[in-house]
């Protein structure tokens, strides 16, 4: 029985941790501002997942996905400032850890962005889009104090983003290719002023 139990205990926690880790999506309509910053994110990722990166990430494409995370990290810093010039936030251990966190995320753009430069192969998978916006979709209500950052959070975020990565592929693999897609495909419909 005290195995039962255990079992039952821990299915329990991980059905709390994954219910917290779909409510980070909805997050943003707790505080409507930070729509402004979300809404762009989602819409970036569906039209650089589905008709960019469809196929898989090249070098191009990681070094504009590294400018996303870069810009996010600016705006982060922006609204931060704002609020404590302001006085809506008071100056604390967790806005510096929010401004770690900017920085943390403009380095990550950057170095996607250098590496991509470089040619280094493994920005093909961490300046993937898909990667991109759940880095920036997970922090951005920690940012906009919506989410604290407990250690069920972290566990959340690391323990789901596996579940997140492959539905996004299946819906890759379901979803045909878009016409421009296909278009792109095909070499010869490649437009080129050198022609």
Sequence with gaps: MPFLSAIISTLLFLWSLFIDWLLLFISPLKNPEMLWIIIP??????????????????FGNAISNGAVPLIIGIDWARYITNQLTEGTLKFSA?????????????????????Y????????????RIREVTYVLVMFTPVIYGIVAVT?????????????FYCLIELIDIWVPNPKAVKSDENKEDRFSFRR
Excluded at 45 to 51: G, L, P, S
């Design 116 to 127: 991509g430069i470089k040619a280094r192969h493994f920005v093909r998978f961490y300046g």
């Design 151 to 163: 250690w069920q959070f972290v566990l959340a975020m690391v323990l789901f983003f596996p579940l």
């Design 41 to 58: 994110i989602w819409i970036n990722w569906f039209f650089a997942e589905f008709f960019q990166e469809k196929g898989g990430t090249s």
């Design 94 to 114: 967790m806005i510096v850890f929010k401004y770690f966190l900017c920085l943390l995320v403009i380095i990550y753009g950057f170095t996607i962005i250098y």
